[in-house]
């Protein structure tokens, strides 16, 4: 059984910062929760950059290409879920799926995910104009693949777990920062206007879709922790800004937008039993050829349904461990819409 996050966000905006960081803490363990790699090679793959980060204060190279891993979720040494990570170069989103292999993969991930994780870079939306910020982290185009796949004709969707991250909230000016970071998550909601308009629109009473089908929730975090990096040029253009790191980081926040996506997903999914069988080829069938290969990697339709109905039945089995993980993970992150 798998959960499949996808982690995606315009290019220089931490993804594979956040993902090292992540999985080195979650290699230990935290508030009970311990991931597991697969293989010992995937570990020393990730472990690897991290200590050079850490020890050498270099920053993780930029992404080349799309890198997917498999891992387990423990919680006090139960098993809980396989997952499946996904990490993209940030410019997959900018280029359309049929030109490129790397973006069609990725609207396919977007397409079998369970839950999204969005890293935005907190500096650039505190600090650039606001139509810079919307380019700058890729908002519109994460609408419109979100849309695309999981938002519209979403009477007939499943719907999904949102997860927006907003990362390198130790270097934002004071005022961003102040009373518990109002004028970034203000700033912020208007750069995702598409989503937070999409989920607000869930609330009214008129609404065909049940809000709790979309969670969708928003946290600051930081890798390196305050006062441990500075802003050597605030950047401009295309430019982000150049940091330099410091002294030794220290993470924050940065397991609760996991596992809120994780959990909420988890509770979710377990809905999915409802689904029959001609939805979802009903759904998939309008997808473009290159897309739909993707997904099913030579599985028909039929077993690609029985896989999804397996993975069901066993998260309706760990609804008691699925209350852990969101009780902790929900008290922590500020919900999209207010
Ligand atoms: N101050 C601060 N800077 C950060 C943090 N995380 C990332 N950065 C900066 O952001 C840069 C880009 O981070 P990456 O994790 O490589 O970004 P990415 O989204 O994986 O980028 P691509 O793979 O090119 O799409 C780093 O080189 C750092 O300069 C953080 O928590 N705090
Ligand atoms: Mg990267």
Known sequence: MSLKVTLFGGTGQGKTTYTLALLYMMASGIDGFRIEAKDADTTTKYLNPWRDFVM????????????????????????????????????????????????AQLHADIQESNA????????????????????????????????NYKFRSASAETGITTALVLTKADILPPEYTANDYAKLLEKAR???????????????????????LYPAAILPVSIVGDGNASVVDPGKGYDLATIKL???????????????????????IAMTLEEQEQDVAGRLNKLNRNVLNK????????????????VARRLQELEPKIRAITSVANQKMRTLVP
């Open 56 to 103: 050498a204060k270099r920053w993780p190279a930029p992404t080349m290409g799309r890198r997917e891993d498999e891992f387990r979720l423990l919680f006090h040494n139960e098993y809980v879920t396989d997952f499946r990570w996904v990490d993209y170069q940030g410019g997959a989103i900018n280029v359309p799926s049929d030109e490129s292999e790397e973006a």
């Open 246 to 268: 410091e002294s030794s980081p220290m993470p924050q926040n940065i397991h609760y937008p996991f596992l809120y996506a994780i959990g909420n997903e988890m509770d979710r």
């Open 295 to 310: 997904i099913l990697r030579g599985r028909t339709i039929r077993e690609l349904h029985e896989e999804r109905q397996a």
């Open 116 to 147: 999204v994780m969005i890293v935005a870079d907190a500096f650039t939306i505190a600090t650039r104009p606001q139509i810079e910020a919307e380019l700058l982290t890729s908002s519109a185009y994460i609408f419109n693949l979100l849309n």
């Open 190 to 212: 208007q750069v995702f206007r598409g989503v937070t308009q999409f989920v607000s629109e869930l609330r009214l009473p008129d609404s065909k879709i049940a809000p709790w």
